[in-house]
């Protein structure tokens, strides 16, 4: 008889049967508090009424219409849709089924549209697990051990970590620059450097939220070298960080925008946005798959545009996160081994350290297992997996924040 995969470990033990807003409930019939969201993927809880009655009517007309054969209507909508959120003058779409498919379209595009070999990525990065994607990313080594050789042209500077470097941000921020400035100089020529790719807040890497002038910093030396600066917005767009995207918090213009997770509240779907004269400069041939822009994945995603306009929940994400964090923080005044707890909206990291300050990630597994065992559904990340975060659905009222702080609050005396 066969089974899954042993190397799939699970971070709860929980045999989920059905989901309903920002609860699971396992095939025992318990109920759990669930703040993963499907690691930041189902935006609009388990499950939303909405979504399942778009994906109910669109399976019983079109599943699958592959996308370079024939076009369909829910696939020419979601894009002129997205054309309402999207940053201004990134008006041509490319779809795909995951994060990492996306990452690997907006490497080719970039290299591609400017002629040049080298990408810049940042020190904690999460791009994804395929060759190019695992090759940019830096957030631990578990993502690209024994993988080797990895893909060529990719260059690791500074990402403004404060809390890692016991700097402030504006400390931080400035050596992260300027350290990119040496990289410029001494490992990739501006010449030679088709784009940086930067995620607003590191997921894997410990959930830690970029600075204005960091990624200020970023625009203005893309601009001046002619380098494309490529925001990775998989986990944090679609309203999670308490802004449509993530990098609405620090007021800059990517040159292209990666979107997956939230996007169809479940459903594979993923996608890159440029402005129409960029996307132009991808070979022929360079696009393409078989279940991109699945018919079915566009129409969840277009009942999911509905729901996060129609019930608020981008003002939502930053009203409750600002209570989560509030609670957290408060949490954490109590709780020595809690070294720090950031990030934006309803995106938050808790690290754990021991006495020296250090990362302690076998109290943050602790944590994290006293937390499921109570009820409340969390994962950790970092790269040393000292970090707990919590990434709600967008959905999540006051009552069930506050539900979450007190069951979180309880996970904590287990440290």
Not at 44 to 53: A, L
Not at 110 to 119: C, D, L, P, Y
Not at 234 to 259: E, K
Not at 356 to 385: H, K, Y
Request: overall charge neutral; aromatic content about 8%; some cysteine.
């Amino acid at each position: 008889m066969a089974e899954l995969s042993p190397v799939l470990k699970q971070a709860t033990p929980v045999l989920a049967e059905r989901g309903e807003g920002v609860y699971l409930y396992g095939e025992d019939g318990r109920r759990y508090l669930d703040f993963t969201a499907g690691i930041g993927v189902t935006s609009t809880g388990h499950c939303h009424p909405r979504v399942v009655e778009a994906v109910r009517e669109q399976a019983g007309k079109l599943i699958h219409g592959q996308y370079t054969t024939v076009r369909h209507r829910p696939l020419l909508t979601l894009a002129e849709r997205l054309g309402e959120v999207l940053p201004p003058g990134l008006d041509s779409l490319f779809f795909m089924n995951s994060g990492s498919e996306s990452v690997e379209a907006a490497l080719r595009l970039s290299r591609h549209a400017t002629g040049r070999a080298n990408v810049v990525v940042f020190h904690g990065s999460f791009h994804g697990r395929t060759i190019g994607a695992a090759s940019m990313t830096t957030s631990g080594t578990k993502f690209r051990a024994g993988f080797a050789p990895l893909m060529g042209g990719v260059v690791v500077s500074p990402f403004p970590t404060a809390y890692r470097y016991g700097w402030s941000e504006e400390e931080a921020t400035r050596f992260a620059l300027r350290e990119l400035d040496y990289t410029l100089q001494t490992m990739s020529a501006p010449a030679e450097t088709a784009a940086f790719f930067v995620e607003p807040v590191l997921g894997e890497g410990g959930y830690v939220p970029a600075t204005e002038k960091f990624l200020r910093g970023l625009r203005e030396r893309a601009d001046r070298h002619g380098i494309l600066l490529v925001i990775d917005e998989v986990q944090t767009g679609f309203g999670r960080t308490g802004r449509f995207w993530g990098h609405d918090h620090f007021g800059v213009r990517p040159d292209v925008l990666i979107t997956a997770k939230g996007l169809a509240s479940g459903f594979p779907l993923s996608a890159i946005a440029a402005p129409k004269a960029l996307m132009a400069k991808a070979w022929p041939g360079s696009q393409g798959g078989t279940y991109g822009g699945n018919a079915v994945a566009c129409a969840a995603a277009l009942a999911t545009l509905d729901v996060v306009r129609d019930e608020g929940l981008v003002e939502n994400a930053a009203t409750q996160g600002a209570r989560l964090r509030e609670g957290l923080a408060k949490v954490a005044a109590d709780a020595p081994a809690i070294g720090d707890v950031r990030g934006l909206g309803l995106m938050l990291g808790n690290e754990f350290v021991d006495r020296d300050g250090e990362p302690d990630p076998a109290a943050a597994a602790r944590v994290q297992q006293a937390a499921a065992a109570a009820g409340l559904l969390l994962l950790t990340c970092g790269a040393a997996g000292n970090v707990v975060r919590m990434i709600p659905p967008l959905v999540v009222n006051a009552d069930q924040i506050d539900e979450g702080i007190t069951l979180w609050r309880q996970a904590v005396t287990h440290v």
